[in-house]
Nanobody, 122 residues
Framework: QVQLVESGGGLVQAGGSLRLSCAAS??????MGWFRQAPGKDRDFVAA????????YYADSVKGRFTISGDNAKNTLYLQMNSLKPEDTAVYYC?????????????????WGQGTQVTVSS
């Protein structure tokens, strides 16, 4: 059974940093990513990594501030978030895709974690 478990969320002041972690179990994946959902909004792409090449992708809103990394062999994924802004406030979800294909759209992900809340105060 596949499980994704996020941790590391919390409350931080604007300009601060947080590091999210995702522990996956049950199988290995083609790619993993982070998405976020603010109240009343859609679940949006944040960042993703394609394990075979190590290629990373970022939403424009987080480029230069967030860094995705991880270890495919250990099935762990991280999101280092720096220079946080109030608009980064959301529930952050870890996701995993089993097979080859695009990795920047939520519809193509097969597995999801339960989410972790990130709140950035101004």
């Amino acid at each position: 059974q596949v499980q994704l478990v996020e941790s590391g969320g919390g409350l931080v002041q604007a300009g601060g940093s947080l590091r999210l972690s995702c522990a996956a179990s049950g199988r290995t994946f083609y790619a993993m990513g982070w998405f976020r959902q603010a109240p009343g909004k859609d679940r949006d792409f944040v960042a993703a990594i394609r394990w075979s090449t190590g290629t990373t992708y970022y939403a424009d809103s987080v480029k230069g501030r967030f860094t995705i990394s991880g270890d495919n062999a250990k099935n762990t994924l991280y999101l280092q978030m720096n220079s946080l802004k109030p608009e980064d406030t959301a529930v952050y979800y870890c996701a995993a895709r089993s097979h080859y294909g695009t990795i920047t759209y939520r519809a193509y992900y097969d597995y999801w974690g339960q989410g972790t809340q990130v709140t950035v105060s101004s």
